[in-house]
């Protein structure tokens, strides 16, 4: 029973460039969440996802983040244009429904972006 | 004030004793109430979670909710080294169903 993935583990990208992040939530799990953590820090929500819709992204930088989860595939984190700001582990939660009085939140592994 | 503040610590307890970590949180109307653990380098993972008011106890981990006081905790009997870690309390709260505040953590050393 796999729980949830991402990937890369670790990503490495210049000023300027693009990160994408990737998630793969718990198997029958539809809800997925974005967290960010800075070095020495709790984590911070970014946003919520159901298939198809964004539901919560009050989390979300306004510019360069974005976030998407279709219908096929995995959710993706997107970073256009990365600062050395943007350093830090983003982890992946995913729940089974949206209701957190009866469900928990499973984490993934996390992608730790480093910004040169 | 933050929505859901912890003790960064660290906090260091004898191995065998009883670790006590706390948590407050600023929305009165917060629903339920989560505890995980995270070692260093590695993803959170659920401890337990909470809901009612009183005491609530798996193995050695015990979580405690006051609602009126608007504080959360978590004892950890028999404390090993394995126990060291930093310890996220994290809430619901009332102004979003969708989402999950944490704190900043504390960290917990057991020693030998």
């Known amino acids: 029973n796999a729980g949830v993935m991402q990937n890369p583990r670790h990503l490495v990208r210049r000023r300027g460039q693009e990160a994408r992040l990737r998630c793969s939530p718990m198997k029958g799990h539809s809800h997925v969440y974005w967290y960010r953590q800075l070095p020495e820090e709790g984590l911070k929500f970014m946003v919520y996802?159901?298939?198809?819709?964004?539901?919560?992204e009050s989390g979300m930088p306004k510019e360069r983040f974005s976030a998407e989860f279709p219908k096929e595939g995995p959710s993706i984190l997107r970073i256009q244009q990365v600062v050395r700001g943007d350093s830090a582990a983003y982890f992946c939660a995913s729940s089974p429904k949206r209701d957190t009085n009866t469900d928990t939140q499973y984490f993934g592994p996390g992608t730790r972006l480093t910004v040169l | 004030q933050k929505e859901v503040e912890q003790n960064s610590g660290p906090l260091s307890v004898p191995e065998g004793a009883i670790a006590s970590l706390n948590c407050t949180y600023s929305?009165?109307?917060?629903?339920?109430f989560f505890w995980y653990r995270q070692y260093s380098g590695k993803s959170p993972e659920l401890i337990m979670f909470i809901y009612s008011n009183g005491d609530k106890e798996d193995g050695r981990f015990t979580a405690q909710l006051n609602k009126a006081s608007q504080y959360v905790s978590l004892l950890i009997r028999d404390s090993q080294p394995s126990d060291s870690a930093t310890y996220l309390c994290?809430?619901?709260?009332?102004?979003?169903?969708?989402?999950?505040?944490f704190g900043s953590g504390t960290r917990l050393s057991i020693r030998p």
């Open positions: 994290a809430v619901n709260p009332r102004s979003s169903a969708s989402k999950i505040i």
């Open positions: 929305d009165r109307g917060s629903q339920s």
């Open positions: 996802l159901q298939k198809e819709n964004i539901i919560d």
